[in-house]
């Protein structure tokens, strides 16, 4: 069961990894953990990205695919994965799916979390707001602004590939604004539905 989870930031794409992990006792491969574990291992690939990540750059597609890849031939995840944050670009998506065709490997499931900017904005807002009340840390990454911007990014790159997966016919959406309880049951149906139905 290979599974990637798409969906705008702050739409509980974590959260329902966690969950999936938890219905199929298959691995979430987040891929910064990924190109770290290949750096601390020091691994051909760890060592190409070692010097961008220090500077805190991109690495490039082939790099960040080439890590997946050689995270997903280890034996925990020979029968599936949950993939979050990646593909992130379309050059991703495609590139991921022609080495998985090579090794006879498909993705099997994609479900979009959907999530209107508005509510995310708000919500980031909410939870900020709530952790000052109470005295705890706020994350630097939730306020308006930066929720924004990484929206932004994510319109530009990464909504594209709603349609990619659409037209391969393994995208599901579900809507991510329910309660989590409520996402969680209707991810695991998606993916449990046969194809041909939807």
């Given at each position: 069961?290979r599974?990637v989870?798409l969906?705008?930031?702050?739409?509980?794409?974590?959260t329902?990894?966690r969950?999936?992990?938890?219905e199929?006792g298959i691995?979430?491969l987040?891929?910064?953990?990924?190109?770290r574990?290949?750096?601390?291992a020091d691994?051909?690939i760890g060592r190409k990205?070692k010097d961008?990540?220090?500077?805190?750059?991109?690495v490039?597609?082939?790099l960040?695919?080439a890590?997946?890849?050689e995270r997903?031939?280890q034996a925990d995840?020979?029968?599936?994965?949950?993939l979050?944050?990646?593909?992130?670009?379309m050059?991703q998506?495609?590139?991921f799916?022609d080495?998985?065709?090579?090794?006879?490997l498909a993705i099997?499931?994609?479900?979009?979390?959907?999530a209107d900017?508005t509510v995310?904005l708000?919500?980031i807002?909410?939870r900020?707001?709530e952790?000052?009340a109470?005295?705890?840390?706020v994350?630097a990454?939730d306020?308006h602004?930066t929720l924004?911007?990484?929206?932004d990014?994510?319109n530009?790159?990464?909504?594209?590939l709603?349609?990619?997966?659409?037209?391969r016919?393994?995208l599901?959406?579900?809507?991510?604004?329910?309660?989590?309880?409520?996402?969680?049951?209707?991810v695991v149906?998606?993916?449990?539905?046969?194809r041909?139905v939807?």
């Amino acid at each position: 069961m290979r599974i990637v989870l798409l969906g705008p930031p702050g739409a509980g794409k974590g959260t329902q990894a966690r969950r999936l992990v938890e219905e199929y006792g298959i691995p979430h491969l987040s891929t910064g953990d990924m190109l770290r574990a290949a750096v601390d291992a020091d691994t051909s690939i760890g060592r190409k990205v070692k010097d961008t990540m220090m500077r805190g750059g991109l690495v490039p597609d082939q790099l960040v695919i080439a890590a997946v890849i050689e995270r997903i031939s280890q034996a925990d995840a020979k029968r599936g994965f949950v993939l979050d944050g990646f593909p992130r670009t379309m050059a991703q998506a495609v590139g991921f799916d022609d080495l998985l065709d090579a090794e006879g490997l498909a993705i099997d499931h994609v479900v979009e979390l959907k999530a209107d900017e508005t509510v995310l904005l708000d919500r980031i807002e909410t939870r900020a707001g709530e952790a000052r009340a109470q005295g705890g840390a706020v994350r630097a990454d939730d306020n308006h602004e930066t929720l924004k911007l990484r929206i932004d990014a994510y319109n530009e790159q990464t909504a594209p590939l709603v349609d990619y997966y659409l037209s391969r016919n393994i995208l599901r959406t579900v809507d991510g604004l329910q309660p989590v309880d409520a996402v969680a049951f209707d991810v695991v149906r998606a993916i449990g539905q046969d194809r041909s139905v939807m």
